[in-house]
């Protein structure tokens, strides 16, 4: 099993910064691709970014410029620089981890084993 907690969401006004981070830990973490989902009210959970253990990097279209997806020197670490946020960005934030065995670049939800609670944005306008 794989644990993923993640942090640092809350409120911020348009044009604000917020940075998620996402622990992963358990017997089974390794080589795991890493992302990071988001889902707001009345609509489905949606991709935000992804990151390979190699460091191959992608994003939605509707954050390329604006958000940052890294993986702390510890590894296990990974997280999401959000700038310029806009009101449309409020939505739960969920880290994710892919089965152990699986290290390509990913954007679809189904592709992802793990899951942590979520932590929530909200961007005032």
């Known amino acids: 099993q794989v644990q993923l907690v993640e942090s640092g969401g809350g409120l911020v006004q348009a044009g604000g910064s917020l940075r998620l981070s996402c622990v992963a830990s358990g017997p089974t973490f390794g080589r795991n691709t890493r992302g990071w989902f988001r889902q707001a009210p009345g609509k489905e959970r949606e991709f935000v970014a992804a990151?390979?253990?190699?460091?191959?990097?992608g994003y939605a279209d509707s954050v390329k410029g604006r958000f940052t997806l890294a993986r702390g020197s510890a590894r296990n670490t990974v997280y999401l620089q959000m700038n310029s946020l806009k009101p449309e960005d409020t939505a739960v934030y969920f880290c994710a981890a892919s089965a152990p065995a699986y290290s390509s670049y990913t954007d679809q939800l189904t592709d992802y084993h793990y899951w942590g609670q979520g932590t929530q944005v909200t961007v005032s306008s």
């Open positions: 990151i390979t253990w190699s460091g191959v990097i």
